[in-house]
């Protein structure tokens, strides 16, 4: 999913202006929880077949 693919996800859902949580899981899978997104945790990383963005 690129960026573009996410907002007009939000878009057709009303739901553009609302807050982004990072769902995290351990090695396992088993989910512990959420937290605020925040732009210090925005990477961007430059490979060989392009960028990535990595929340």
């Known amino acids: ?5 996410l907002y007009v ?3 057709e859902r009303g ?3 609302c ?4 769902q995290y ?3 396992g899978g088993c989910y512990h ?3 605020d997104l ?3 945790d925005i990477e961007v990383k430059e ?3 392009g960028k990535i963005v990595v929340l």
């Open 15 to 17: 739901i553009e202006n």
């Open 1 to 5: 999913m690129t960026i573009k693919d």
């Open 47 to 49: 490979e060989s077949y």
């Open 25 to 27: 899981a351990d090695g």
């Open 19 to 22: 807050e982004v949580e990072i």
């Open 38 to 40: 925040n732009e210090h």
């Open 9 to 11: 996800y939000a878009q």
């Open 33 to 35: 929880g959420t937290r």
